[in-house]
């Protein structure tokens, strides 16, 4: 069920790109989904596929960058599920090592305008 609790401690960003979801355990495993927006500390996306709130997840981000992250809600939206997304761990594609999110994320990296 969805978290009515507004609990957000950075600013969103509409965003529209393209990610595969596999779980932790089973990484080769993945589903495309959409994010719709983002921060510094998570994102929301949209799938096709219902996914546990709790479920810890990698997110490969058609973008350079690949996170780790756990779902924290989850809503029903018409015939696809939104859920959001706390990181964990992000790197960029290429790198060997993760880092918080705060030192790789920025608005000015991924080139989203505010919401």
Known sequence: MSNSKNARRSERHTATFGIDVADYA??????????TNISE???CFESDHKIEVGASL???LKVPLIVQGGVVYSQANGKKFRYGVR??????EGEQTFAKPRTMVRKELL???PR
């Open 87 to 92: 990181f964990h761990n992000v790197r960029l």
């Open 58 to 60: 990698t997110f490969h």
């Open 41 to 43: 500390g998570g994102f």
């Open 111 to 113: 080139n989203l305008p």
């Open 26 to 35: 089973n990484p080769k495993k993945k589903t495309a989904a959409v994010v």
